[in-house]
DNA sequence: TAGGTATTTAGGTAATTACCTAAATTTGTG
DNA sequence: CACAAATTTAGGTAATTACCTAAATACCTA
């Protein structure tokens, strides 16, 4: 875990929208773009650019940096990439904030 | 809590480094910088310069920053700045990161 | 009050980050 | 294969951050 790139990953305001919009898709994206697959996979790029209010380039760049860090689980289904918390990445970052920090 | 502002404040190798070592300051300070009112107020800005290998007015606006957002304490005691770590708001970062975000 | 030490403030440059648009790539479909 | 949709990559500018030195301020003590 390398605390400094999960933590610049979260050091920027739309980032963190992301992730708390993505704790809980069904409250924060509009019901047609949901699935059943939503809970195993995430939302789309450009879905959370919508949402974002932000180009697709910007938030596909973010998205990129956040799964690089493992704060994000990225899966490619066809032409979309999905993403989804590291729910597991979370719980560790809170243990060593708590614990080594 | 201002989440953002306090991630912020971590963000950064030299500023992390810091708070570790005021997590314990006899590990990482040389015995002559420390006292019995360590534990209390904490280390000089000029002795977390040295330790940092950074100039003095950088490490002064890091802690600075860094008390901003509630991650360290300042103490003045004559002409020196102490900086502490402030365990509440980390121990509460840690339950947000968990929690909430 | 004078002079010394610790810190902060001001002001600067270099590096990084935050975005964008345009172009390239990937993948599905007729 | 050609074309369309989603995404990524490239390349750019503006804003922010990361440092520094010099100057100003705060506080001590003779």
Redesign the pocket.
């Known amino acids: 875990m390398e605390i400094l790139d999960i933590i610049?990953s979260l050091?920027?305001?739309?980032?963190l929208n992301i992730l708390k919009w993505l704790k809980d898709p069904y409250a924060h994206f509009p019901e047609e773009e949901l699935s059943e697959d939503t809970p195993q996979l995430g939302v789309?790029?450009?879905?959370i650019?919508k949402k974002a209010?932000?180009?697709?380039?910007?938030?596909?760049?973010?998205?990129?940096?956040m799964s690089s860090a493992k704060i994000l689980i990225?899966t490619?289904?066809?032409?979309?990439?999905?993403y989804k918390r590291n729910e597991q990445l979370l719980q560790d970052l809170a243990m060593h904030i708590k614990d080594v920090l």
């Open positions: 610049k050091s920027n305001e739309t980032r789309c790029v450009s879905d650019a209010e932000m180009s697709i380039p910007t938030v596909s760049d973010y998205l990129k940096t990225a490619r289904r066809g032409q979309w990439t999905y």
